[in-house]
Protein backbone atom coordinates (compact mmCIF):
# COMPACT_ATOMS: atom_id res chain seq x y z
CA UNK A 1 0.00 0.00 0.00
CA UNK A 2 2.70 2.45 1.17
CA UNK A 3 4.08 2.30 -2.48
CA UNK A 4 0.94 2.95 -4.46
CA UNK A 5 1.26 6.55 -2.11
CA UNK A 6 4.15 7.59 -4.65
CA UNK A 7 3.65 9.04 -8.54
CA UNK A 8 7.30 8.19 -9.93
CA UNK A 9 6.43 10.50 -12.65
CA UNK A 10 7.01 13.94 -11.69
CA UNK A 11 8.59 13.12 -8.29
CA UNK A 12 11.91 12.89 -7.04
CA UNK A 13 12.33 9.88 -5.41
CA UNK A 14 12.04 9.54 -1.67
CA UNK A 15 9.23 12.11 -1.93
CA UNK A 16 5.72 12.19 -1.41
CA UNK A 17 3.54 13.69 -4.07
CA UNK A 18 1.10 16.50 -2.71
CA UNK A 19 -1.97 14.09 -3.97
CA UNK A 20 -0.30 11.24 -2.29
CA UNK A 21 0.26 13.38 1.01
CA UNK A 22 -3.66 14.34 1.10
CA UNK A 23 -4.44 10.39 0.71
CA UNK A 24 -2.04 9.68 3.39
CA UNK A 25 -3.47 12.60 6.15
CA UNK A 26 -7.41 11.68 5.14
CA UNK A 27 -6.39 8.00 5.43
CA UNK A 28 -4.30 7.61 8.62
CA UNK A 29 -1.53 5.93 6.80
CA UNK A 30 1.20 7.10 8.08
CA UNK A 31 3.20 8.98 10.44
CA UNK A 32 3.73 12.74 10.04
CA UNK A 33 6.79 14.07 11.30
CA UNK A 34 6.96 17.59 11.48
CA UNK A 35 10.55 19.18 11.82
CA UNK A 36 10.38 22.82 12.02
CA UNK A 37 10.93 24.30 15.46
CA UNK A 38 8.41 23.82 18.39
CA UNK A 39 7.14 27.62 17.90
CA UNK A 40 6.77 27.25 14.14
CA UNK A 41 4.79 23.94 14.83
CA UNK A 42 2.71 26.03 17.63
CA UNK A 43 1.76 28.51 14.67
CA UNK A 44 0.13 25.57 12.60
CA UNK A 45 0.56 22.07 11.52
CA UNK A 46 -0.90 19.32 9.72
CA UNK A 47 -3.10 17.53 11.35
CA UNK A 48 -2.30 14.20 12.76
CA UNK A 49 1.45 15.29 12.97
CA UNK A 50 3.85 15.33 15.70
CA UNK A 51 6.99 17.73 16.53
CA UNK A 52 10.24 16.07 16.24
CA UNK A 53 12.24 19.41 15.94
CA UNK A 54 15.15 18.89 13.69
CA UNK A 55 17.50 21.28 16.21
CA UNK A 56 17.13 18.33 18.34
CA UNK A 57 16.13 15.78 16.29
CA UNK A 58 16.22 11.34 17.52
CA UNK A 59 14.81 9.13 15.46
CA UNK A 60 14.19 7.28 18.41
CA UNK A 61 11.15 9.05 18.89
CA UNK A 62 9.74 8.59 15.61
CA UNK A 63 6.44 5.77 16.40
CA UNK A 64 7.05 2.37 14.65
CA UNK A 65 4.62 0.54 12.81
CA UNK A 66 3.87 3.34 9.97
CA UNK A 67 5.41 4.29 7.18
CA UNK A 68 6.88 7.84 7.75
CA UNK A 69 6.42 11.23 5.88
CA UNK A 70 8.61 14.54 7.13
CA UNK A 71 7.85 17.81 6.46
CA UNK A 72 9.21 21.29 7.34
CA UNK A 73 8.47 24.64 6.36
CA UNK A 74 9.79 24.12 2.83
CA UNK A 75 11.44 20.74 2.55
CA UNK A 76 15.07 21.18 3.27
CA UNK A 77 14.89 20.35 7.33
CA UNK A 78 12.89 17.55 6.51
CA UNK A 79 15.72 16.12 3.96
CA UNK A 80 18.18 16.34 6.71
CA UNK A 81 16.19 14.37 9.21
CA UNK A 82 15.20 11.65 6.41
CA UNK A 83 19.06 11.13 6.22
CA UNK A 84 19.54 11.32 10.30
CA UNK A 85 16.50 8.25 9.78
CA UNK A 86 17.98 6.14 6.85
CA UNK A 87 21.41 6.20 9.68
CA UNK A 88 19.07 4.90 11.89
CA UNK A 89 17.68 1.95 9.59
CA UNK A 90 14.44 3.56 9.15
CA UNK A 91 13.29 2.86 4.99
CA UNK A 92 9.90 3.95 4.45
CA UNK A 93 10.27 7.29 5.08
CA UNK A 94 9.58 10.41 2.80
CA UNK A 95 9.99 13.97 1.98
CA UNK A 96 6.55 15.84 1.78
CA UNK A 97 8.91 18.76 -0.05
CA UNK A 98 6.53 21.52 -0.10
CA UNK A 99 6.30 21.36 3.25
CA UNK A 100 3.78 23.99 4.88
CA UNK A 101 4.75 26.50 2.35
CA UNK A 102 3.11 23.85 -0.44
CA UNK A 103 0.19 22.66 2.07
CA UNK A 104 -0.96 27.09 2.48
CA UNK A 105 -0.40 27.70 -1.40
CA UNK A 106 -3.10 24.66 -1.68
CA UNK A 107 -5.30 27.05 1.03
CA UNK A 108 -5.43 23.71 3.19
CA UNK A 109 -6.18 24.17 6.88
CA UNK A 110 -2.96 23.70 9.49
CA UNK A 111 -4.03 22.05 13.35
Known amino acids: MFSSLFKRSG ?3 GTISHDAMLEAVKTRSHTLVDVREIG ?13 PLSAFDPSRIPAGKP ?3 FCLSG ?4 MAIQALAKAGYSDVVNYRPGITGWRMHRLPLA
Open 76 to 79: ARSA
Open 68 to 70: VIV
Open 40 to 52: EFRSGTIKGAINV
Open 11 to 13: TEA
